[in-house]
Nanobody, 123 residues
Framework: QVQLVESGGGLVQAGGSLRLSCAAS????????MGWFRQAPGKEREFVAA????????IYADSVKGRFTISRDNAKNTVYLQMNSLKLEDTAVYYC????????????????WGQGTQVTVSS
């Protein structure tokens, strides 16, 4: 199993940047695909980005492509989400997720989830 703890959320003005971190505890962090998802009030949870086990491959939602970057440091058991050029519509609770087998954008396929961190973008 793996336990996930997100950090780095907060309040930022539109056009600004934030970096989210997700620290994983447990063994063999590099054995997990890592993903970021988000959920805005009244909306379903949606895929943001995912990174493969070794970090050589990434996937992004069209809505964040070119603005967000996912990365991982397997030595530190941490995955990051660098968010630039933030928009009002990026406001949501951001969740980190992990799965040992699935590499993709379907939330239902990820087995492990963090508690979430709030990101609020203001005008």
């Amino acid at each position: 199993q793996v336990q996930l703890v997100e950090s780095g959320g907060g309040l930022v003005q539109a056009g600004g940047s934030l970096r989210l971190s997700c620290a994983a505890s447990g063994r063999t962090f590099s054995s997990y695909v890592m993903g970021w998802f988000r959920q805005a009030p009244g909306k379903e949870r949606e895929f943001v980005a995912a990174i493969s086990w070794g970090g050589s491959s990434t996937i992004y939602a069209d809505s964040v492509k070119g603005r967000f970057t996912i990365s991982r440091d397997n030595a530190k058991n941490t995955v990051y989400l660098q968010m630039n050029s933030l928009k009002l519509e990026d406001t949501a609770v951001y969740y980190c997720a992990a799965d040992p087998n699935f590499y993709g954008n379907s939330a239902r396929e990820y087995d492990y989830w963090g508690q979430g961190t709030q990101v609020t973008v203001s005008s």
